[in-house]
């Protein structure tokens, strides 16, 4: 199986960078790619800041693996993310966006602004724009991380394909797995929706469609404890949280929406960051760091919505813009 988000540096070529050694001094830096990062970037290069945009896997970021969009303005039909995040990126780039890829590893202050590593290369900047998202939570039972790619997957867009008339199950109780179990039906047989309480947590249209699906089971109060497989997933292993009684489901793909865990483990020398690993901001975007930027469901209490994610990009680049103009 496979994900088109799982990008290498040969796309460096398509979006610029070519891994040297970068010696010229950014307004700003934006450390992701996502629906925040992109538009902090349309709005930084149209204010006239130098910008480059690092991003890690490609340019759109996880809206990119999103089957289709039904709650961003302007579009009543919906659309498909993987149109949505190239058509960003090309609006970003158009008015001067740099993209390089390149995962960063160390943010560090200099007396001039800030030093960002990527991939062994060093750029340097007068401020950042922190917009890094979040990686999809695993569930840490046993036969997961041996089992990915042979029938545990995080993205059913990308791997739906393969399960064509079988069945498959779903772990969680969001807006994602909603989402993600809607569109497993049009490949797999069943769905078995497993979710550990009596109550869905996502939107209330989202759960209206799973449950009058024919093609969705729901297991409620349903908590996974492993994956079972031998080289290819066979079934999980679930306990029912309110019996304590242990069961096996034969399935032959479990795909897991539980939440996100935001990408920060590089700033906990740089940014105070909450319990959770996110980054506190005023309603500016700006951190607790003069200089330093957080958007997106990377920063506390984020909305964790699209058109949210837009608005604090737009947000941080004049942030921002006035925070440069204030050093000249």
């Known amino acids: 199986m496979h994900c088109p988000m799982r990008a290498s540096r040969d796309l460096s070529s398509a979006v610029g960078g070519d891994g040297l050694m ?4 950014y307004d700003v830096i934006i450390i992701g790619g996502g629906a925040a990062g992109l538009t902090a970037g349309i709005y930084t290069c149209r204010a006239g ?20 969009i039904e709650n961003f303005p302007g579009f009543p039909e919906g659309l498909a993310g993987a149109d949505f995040g190239p058509l960003l ?17 160390e943010l560090e202050q200099e007396t001039d602004g800030w030093r960002v590593s990527a991939w062994g290369t060093e750029h340097r900047s007068r401020s950042i724009i922190i917009a ?23 993205c059913a867009t990308c791997d739906g394909g393969f399960f064509m008339n079988q069945v498959v199950g779903v772990v969680g109780g969001g807006d994602s797995a909603l989402d993600e179990a809607l569109v497993l039906t049009e490949y797999a047989s069943k769905v078995l929706l497993l979710h550990r309480s009596a109550a869905f947590s996502g939107e209330n ?19 996974v404890r492993e994956i079972i497989g031998s080289g290819q997933v066979e079934g999980v292993g679930v306990v029912d ?32 960051l909450d319990n959770g690993g996110h980054i506190p901001t005023d309603i500016w975007m700006s951190t607790p760091v003069p200089g330093i930027f957080a958007v997106g469901d990377i920063r506390q209490n984020s909305a964790a919505q699209l058109v949210s ?20």
């Open 132 to 154: 890094g998202g979040s990686t999809l939570r695993r569930l840490g039972v046993p036969g997961e991380e041996e089992l990915f790619g042979a029938g545990v997957s995080y």
């Open 22 to 25: 970068q010696d010229a001094m």
């Open 241 to 272: 949280a309110l019996s304590g009684e242990t069961s096996r489901i034969d399935l032959s793909g479990i795909f897991i929406y539980i939440g996100l865990d935001p990408n920060t483990e590089y700033l906990q020398d740089v940014i105070p």
């Open 49 to 68: 800041l130098k910008t480059l945009m690092l991003e890690r896997l490609m340019p759109g970021g996880q809206v990119i693996n999103a089957e289709r």
């Open 309 to 328: 994610a837009a608005g604090d990009g737009a947000t941080a680049a004049i942030a921002a813009r006035r925070y440069v103009e204030g050093l000249r």
């Open 205 to 223: 249209i989202l759960q209206e469609r799973v449950l009058a699906h024919p093609k969705i089971e729901v297991r409620w109060n349903t908590t």
């Open 89 to 105: 990126q090309q609006q970003a780039m158009q008015y001067g966006l740099e993209i390089q890829l390149g995962e960063v590893d």
